[in-house]
């Protein structure tokens, strides 16, 4: 079974650290794996995605993600934090369906990211 | 482009009854997905619609149920509520449905229905 692990609840950072945001995942075939953001009271944001190529994804407000084989991870980065970038974040990896063809988003419980000033 | 829009944005109905939430995805998609967000289970998927047919389903009781639209709009029924169905509902859309070359279409995401049920 295809499945996302997100194995800390609560990130806290200083403003200004670096932020990593932990994910690993497992599924079969090629991983299909993406980063999204969800502000309080909102919608999720698509940040970022990994199809195939460089291990290093960037995407947007300044995040980027690692993608790791061997270890089957999907961490998400940012050299610099903000305040503003306190969320909760959410790791998914794409489902495949009988066949192979295009199947739901399977998501992490979610990272709640708190930057303090 | 407009996002992905949901009506209404909040809902409180009781037990029992039943209640319709709309989407209208991004101009453009044809695949709409729904999602259920609770604090306890996470993020989980209901449905998946491409082309007005029901093209995935999550694990969730036949009390849930969608359908889409010529236009692509899409609607999903609850009916006789409970409790445990107080949650934001999330509607996305995307792309590309049934293709395994599209697989890395990302979902953008409406900004949810809060339904609470009491």
């Known amino acids: 079974a295809q499945s996302v692990a997100q194995p800390e609840d609560q990130v806290n950072v200083a403003e200004g650290n670096p932020l990593t945001v932990k994910c690993t995942y497992s599924?079969?075939?090629?991983?299909?794996l993406f980063w999204y953001v969800q502000y309080p009271n909102r919608g999720l944001q698509f940040l970022l995605k990994?199809?195939?190529?460089?291990?290093l994804v960037k995407g947007s407000y300044g995040f980027e993600a690692e993608f790791n084989k061997s270890q089957t991870s999907f961490h998400l980065k940012k050299p610099s934090a903000l305040v503003s970038d306190s969320a909760l974040y959410f790791c998914?990896?794409?489902?495949?369906?009988?066949?192979?063809?295009?199947?739901?988003?399977?998501f992490g419980k979610g990272t709640k990211l708190s930057v303090k000033p | 482009k407009a996002g992905v829009t949901q009506t209404p944005r909040y809902l409180i109905k009781t037990r029992g009854q039943q209640v319709t939430l709309s989407c209208s995805p991004i101009?453009?998609?044809?695949?709409v997905s729904w999602y259920q967000q609770t604090p306890g289970q996470g993020l989980q998927f209901l449905f998946e619609?491409?082309?007005?047919?029901?093209?995935n389903k999550g694990n969730f009781p036949g009390r849930f149920s969608g359908r889409q639209f010529s236009n692509s709009r899409s609607e999903m029924n609850v009916s006789t509520l409970e409790l445990g169905d107080s949650a934001l509902y999330l509607c996305?859309?995307?792309?590309?449905?049934?293709?395994?070359?599209?697989?890395?279409?990302?979902?953008?995401f409406g900004p949810g229905t809060r339904l609470t049920v009491t």
């Open positions: 996305a859309s995307s792309l590309a449905f049934g293709d395994r070359r599209r697989l890395g279409y990302e979902q953008y």
């Open positions: 599924v079969s075939g090629n991983p299909y």
């Open positions: 990994y199809i195939t190529g460089d291990n």
């Open positions: 998914a990896v794409r489902a495949r369906n009988y066949g192979g063809s295009q199947g739901n988003l399977i």
């Open positions: 101009s453009g998609h044809r695949s």
């Open positions: 619609y491409f082309s007005e047919t029901q093209r």
